[in-house]
């Protein structure tokens, strides 16, 4: 049966190629073979540390590993393929999205962007509430979810050529193009989507407005520190933590892209030990062992993590001005942003106003890294405030 949000708007240039997603059984058994065989390191002092100082314990590991011995793939792809899928044929790869399609005439676009180690996923809990609040008849934005080139169901990026974030956001921006809505559409993103969004707000026409819930930058020379408010303050420790003791991942995903991608290549439960490590530490609150489970076995049934972490590679050697401080990436179309106390780095209002035209801002108690997945409702309804405001922009 069709689904009643798959109907792709009709003026679309080039219509999408429906997808449903089907893992090979083979797949789904191998994995359940190496889980079931993979070691787990012994006992260490650091291993033991419940406050995971020095990473995740061994008893989350080994819980884990018993969980994923016991998990059944089937459940989370039939909720993937719940949702229309569709994919375009850009630049010699195969980019996958997810899409939810009104019927409305002035319904506006909108793009959803994830970033590292997220997916399309993350966005399943916002689509969902769309999906159950209203009719496509009532639906007041399309709503388009890509895979990032490298990320999931996506083609990885070309072999034989540098591929960056305003490659990857020229390879967006066709995918909404294509969908007719060279017009005007809206984007959102939070972690790498952050960044890409950030360009196709500077350089590419159609994306009109942008909307974002992570902003890395280093203090600005010309606020003071009297522009803070207190929790701001108190919750610049969290970057503090995290470039101190957080951040090595990035190092190695931007030194030595090809190692780390053999080395998690190569073991399922070393990916789930890399990756869990970020779903417990960078939410608010630590992601449930399902919901880390699933995403993992996406990324490990896709081969997706040596694929995915090009993006790194351009923040080595580090710049010496980060990218939303750079003049060039300065945001002159209404800019919205919601603040998460949790984020990795949450940075304050007076330091993100510096980085554009800031027209919308909300601050939210609870939150971190993963909006999209811990907080759904909240950054809904955020964006959608913020669509209100700059509606008159799109055409």
Request: glycine residues 8%; negative net charge; aromatic residues 12%.
């Given at each position: 049966m069709?689904?009643?949000?798959?109907?792709?708007?009709?003026?679309?240039?080039?219509?999408?190629?429906?997808?449903?997603?089907?893992?090979?059984?083979?797949?789904?058994?191998?994995?359940?073979?190496?889980?079931?065989?993979?070691?787990?390191?012994?006992?260490t002092?650091?291993?033991?540390?419940?406050?995971?100082?020095?990473?995740?314990?061994?008893?989350?590991?080994?819980h884990?590993?018993?969980?994923?011995?016991?998990?059944?793939?089937?459940?989370?792809?039939?909720?993937?393929?719940?949702?229309?899928?569709?994919?375009?044929?850009?630049e010699?790869?195969?980019?996958?999205?997810?899409g939810?399609?009104?019927?409305?005439?002035?319904?506006?676009?909108?793009?959803?962007?994830?970033?590292?180690?997220?997916?399309?996923?993350?966005?399943?809990?916002?689509?969902?509430?769309?999906?159950?609040?209203?009719?496509?008849e009532?639906?007041?934005?399309?709503?388009?979810?890509?895979?990032?080139?490298?990320?999931?169901?996506?083609?990885?990026p070309?072999?034989?050529?540098?591929?960056?974030?305003?490659?990857?956001?020229?390879?967006?921006?066709?995918?909404?193009?294509?969908?007719?809505?060279?017009?005007?559409?809206?984007?959102?993103?939070?972690?790498?989507g952050?960044?890409?969004?950030?360009i196709?707000?500077?350089?590419?026409?159609?994306?009109?407005?942008?909307?974002?819930?992570?902003?890395?930058?280093?203090?600005?020379?010309?606020?003071?520190?009297s522009?803070?408010?207190?929790?701001?303050?108190?919750?610049?420790?969290?970057?503090?933590?995290?470039?101190?003791?957080?951040h090595?991942?990035?190092?190695?995903?931007?030194?030595?892209?090809?190692?780390?991608?053999?080395?998690?290549?190569?073991?399922?439960?070393?990916?789930?030990?890399?990756?869990?490590?970020?779903?417990?530490?960078?939410?608010?609150?630590?992601?449930?062992?399902?919901?880390?489970l699933?995403s993992?076995s996406?990324?490990?049934?896709?081969d997706?993590?040596?694929?995915?972490?090009?993006?790194?590679?351009?923040?080595?050697?580090?710049?010496?001005?980060?990218?939303?401080?750079?003049?060039?990436?300065?945001?002159?179309?209404?800019?919205?942003?919601?603040?998460?106390?949790?984020?990795l780095?949450?940075?304050?209002?007076?330091?993100?106003?510096?980085?554009?035209?800031?027209?919308?801002?909300?601050?939210?108690?609870?939150?971190?890294?993963?909006?999209?997945?811990?907080?759904?409702?909240?950054?809904?309804?955020d964006?959608?405030?913020f669509?209100?405001?700059?509606?008159?922009?799109?055409?």
């Amino acid at each position: 049966m069709a689904n009643p949000f798959g109907d792709v708007p009709s003026g679309a240039k080039i219509p999408p190629k429906p997808f449903q997603l089907n893992i090979p059984r083979e797949k789904l058994e191998e994995l359940s073979v190496l889980v079931s065989i993979s070691k787990v390191s012994p006992p260490t002092y650091e291993n033991s540390q419940e406050d995971r100082k020095y990473g995740i314990t061994r008893d989350w590991l080994l819980h884990a590993r018993q969980d994923w011995k016991d998990f059944d793939w089937r459940p989370t792809e039939n909720r993937i393929n719940s949702f229309p899928q569709f994919t375009y044929e850009i630049e010699g790869m195969t980019i996958h999205f997810v899409g939810l399609f009104s019927k409305k005439a002035d319904a506006v676009p909108i793009v959803l962007l994830h970033g590292w180690p997220g997916s399309f996923l993350e966005f399943l809990p916002l689509l969902s509430l769309l999906r159950d609040k209203y009719s496509p008849e009532e639906l007041p934005f399309h709503v388009v979810v890509p895979s990032l080139p490298g990320f999931t169901l996506s083609s990885g990026p070309p072999l034989d050529k540098n591929f960056t974030g305003g490659d990857t956001a020229r390879v967006v921006d066709q995918v909404m193009v294509n969908l007719g809505f060279e017009g005007g559409y809206v984007a959102q993103g939070g972690d790498i989507g952050s960044k890409i969004g950030r360009i196709l707000a500077v350089d590419h026409d159609a994306c009109k407005a942008v909307h974002l819930n992570a902003c890395y930058m280093n203090k600005p020379d010309n606020v003071e520190d009297s522009a803070i408010s207190e929790l701001e303050k108190q919750n610049l420790a969290r970057g503090e933590w995290f470039f101190t003791y957080g951040h090595a991942y990035a190092i190695e995903h931007g030194t030595r892209t090809s190692t780390i991608g053999h080395v998690l290549s190569a073991n399922p439960v070393a990916l789930l030990s890399w990756i869990g490590e970020k779903f417990l530490d960078w939410p608010d609150e630590p992601l449930p062992v399902h919901d880390i489970l699933e995403s993992v076995s996406l990324y490990w049934l896709t081969d997706t993590f040596p694929r995915c972490i090009y993006h790194y590679r351009e923040q080595v050697p580090l710049p010496k001005v980060q990218h939303a401080q750079d003049p060039r990436w300065y945001i002159k179309k209404p800019f919205g942003f919601s603040y998460f106390p949790k984020e990795l780095v949450p940075i304050p209002r007076a330091w993100v106003e510096t980085t554009g035209n800031l027209v919308f801002w909300n601050s939210h108690e609870k939150g971190g890294h993963f909006a999209a997945f811990e907080q759904p409702a909240e950054l809904l309804e955020d964006l959608g405030a913020f669509v209100e405001k700059v509606r008159a922009d799109i055409k």
